[in-house]
C-alpha cells in the first residue's frame, strides 16, 4: 500500500509542476539562464550557460507521444556547444515557428552566426 501511495503522490505532484510550472530563459552577453518554476523539479534544475562556449543554437522535431498509433510531434530548442555537447533549451514547442523566433532572437543578441545543424529544421 505504501508503494502505491508513493507513485500516486507523486505523480499527483508531478501532473501540478507540469499545470503550474513555466520555462523562463534570461540572455546576457555571459551567460543563458534556464529556469523552472515555480514547483521544483529534481529533474528539471535550473541550467546556467556561458554565452561564450555557445556554437550554434537550433531547433529539432521530436516524437512527444503517440495517439492511438499515431505519432504526434513537438519541437525543441537546442544548442551545440564548444564542447560539442548538445543541450535542450525548450521542448514541447507546438510549431517550430516558435523555437525559430527564439533562435533567431538569441542568435542575434549574441552575435551568433546561423549555420546548418544536423537535425536542424531551416
Known sequence: LSLHLLVGGSLIYWHIACLLNKTTLQ?????ILIEHGPIPVPFMRTQQISATAIRQLYVEEYVAGHTNGNPFYRFALKIRLA??????L???LRNADEGLYVEQQIERFLKIEDMAERGEIA
Open 90 to 92: 525548450l521542448k514541447n
Open 27 to 31: 540572455i546576457t552577453p555571459q551567460y
Open 83 to 88: 564542447s560539442g555537447q548538445r543541450e535542450q
